[in-house]
Every structure is written in structure tokens, then in C-alpha cells.
């Protein structure tokens, strides 16, 4: 596609249940981020993919969150036994390689709001 | 470990007028920076980068940076303000050792009255 795109765009969810997000990188696109930005505040870097290379998940917040990825395509991220301090917006980013001068391209975020 | 500082929350100026949004950082070494913008329900949109060469670099919709390595700032900069400018402006640090992270700072709000 043309951009990031992210799915749903907005998630509401009851504390304890398991959710999962989902981001579709722009085509070629080897390297990709997951972020979460809570009301008010920077983003927080969550995880990492690079071409078949093991994932630096040193950003995930605790083991209720996982992430995946199919080759460089899709991915998912899981928040498991979710908690009102997992509600946030999550965004995934993707990049042409990991490269430090590339710029990373953002999807528009999916909201989860924990009740 | 690398970190990025925008000291103002919010940004206030008149249409036409000057626009300047700061950022400092702290990293070892030689930085990567780049600014975005966050328009309200939308995913962050790139700006500009500073990664080597002129310290001042021009980048989307007007909008400029200048690298002040002695004062460690990237302060973003448009000589005239639209009421479009609007929005919320990320200034992110990637330093040259982990080559994928990004840091970023907590934003600042800015505000173009008409």
C-alpha cells in the first residue's frame, strides 16, 4: 500500500481480556517499530523487526506483550491479561532498512482504551 | 543512553509570525535527528532530518532545522506561521551505536491563531 496501515483504528477493551493489533509496513520496507504513546507523553520504543534477524524486544513492558512477524510483512502485537495502564495509542512504524539515516514512516495508530 | 528534551510544552504565535519549536539531546557521539509532526487522530508524519553536512536543513511544508552541535539543539524553525501548522512536533535522537533506536522527546503543542 501506499502508506502504514494499522488495525482497528480504535479497540475498547475490559481489563484481564487479550487483544491484538495488527500493522501492514509500506511493501519492501525491511525493518519495523512498534511504539505506544500515552496521553500526554513521547512515544516509548516497544520492539523491532529486521528482515529475519531476532527481534530487540528490550522496550516491551512486561511479559504480557508479545509481538510478532511474518518474514516483512504483517505484524502483530499481543497485549495479553490487559491493565488500564496498557491504554495508550499504539503505532507502528516501518523503515527501508534499519539504517540510522532512514527515516521511519508512521501508521496512523490504534487507540486501545482498557476499562 | 540517548535522550531528547523539548522544554516547552506548548507554543503559541500569531499567523505570520516566526515559528520556533527547541530541542536539545544527549547522546555519545556524533547524533541523528530528525523532527515529525502529529496532526490530531493521524500517525506521525516526517519532517526533516539532520544526519551530516550543512548544519541547516530544510525539510516539508517550510519548515527548517538548524544542528547547533556546541548548544546540542536542533530547534525547528518556519519564518511564517499558518494556522495549519498546528499541531503536535516530536523531535526524535537516533545515536550511531544502536542504529535503529529513536528518542523521543515529549512534544510540544503549538498553536497558530488566525
Do not use: M
Amino acid at each position: 500500500g501506499a502508506g502504514v496501515s494499522q488495525s482497528p483504528s480504535n479497540k475498547v477493551t475490559e481489563k484481564g481480556k487479550d487483544v491484538e493489533l495488527r500493522c501492514d509496513p509500506i511493501s519492501g520496507h525491511t525493518a519495523l517499530y512498534w511504539y505506544r504513546q500515552r496521553l500526554g507523553q513521547g512515544l516509548e520504543f516497544l520492539i523491532y523487526f529486521q528482515g529475519n534477524s531476532a527481534p530487540d524486544k528490550s522496550g516491551l513492558p512486561s511479559d504480557r506483550f508479545s509481538a510478532e512477524r511474518t518474514g516483512e510483512s504483517v505484524s502483530t502485537l499481543t497485549i495479553q491479561r490487559t491493565q488500564q495502564e496498557d491504554s495508550a495509542v499504539y503505532l507502528c512504524a516501518s523503515s527501508r532498512t534499519s539504517g540510522p539515516g532512514n527515516e521511519q514512516f508512521f501508521g496512523p495508530g490504534t487507540r486501545l482504551t482498557v476499562l | 543512553a540517548q535522550s531528547v528534551a523539548q522544554p516547552e510544552d506548548q507554543v503559541n504565535v500569531a499567523e505570520g509570525n516566526p515559528l520556533t519549536v527547541k530541542c536539545t539531546y544527549s547522546v555519545s557521539g556524533n547524533p541523528y535527528l530528525f523532527w515529525y509532526v502529529q496532526y490530531p487522530n493521524r500517525g506521525l508524519q516526517f519532517l526533516l532530518k539532520y544526519i551530516t553536512g550543512d548544519n541547516l536543513v530544510k525539510g516539508s511544508y517550510g519548515f527548517e532545522a538548524e544542528f547547533n552541535k556546541s548548544q546540542t539543539s536542533f530547534h525547528l524553525k518556519k519564518p511564517s506561521a499558518l494556522v495549519s501548522d498546528s499541531a503536535l512536533y516530536f523531535c526524535a535522537v537516533r545515536d550511531r551505536v544502536s542504529d535503529y533506536k529513536l528518542s523521543f522527546g515529549a512534544g510540544t503543542t503549538v498553536t497558530v491563531r488566525a
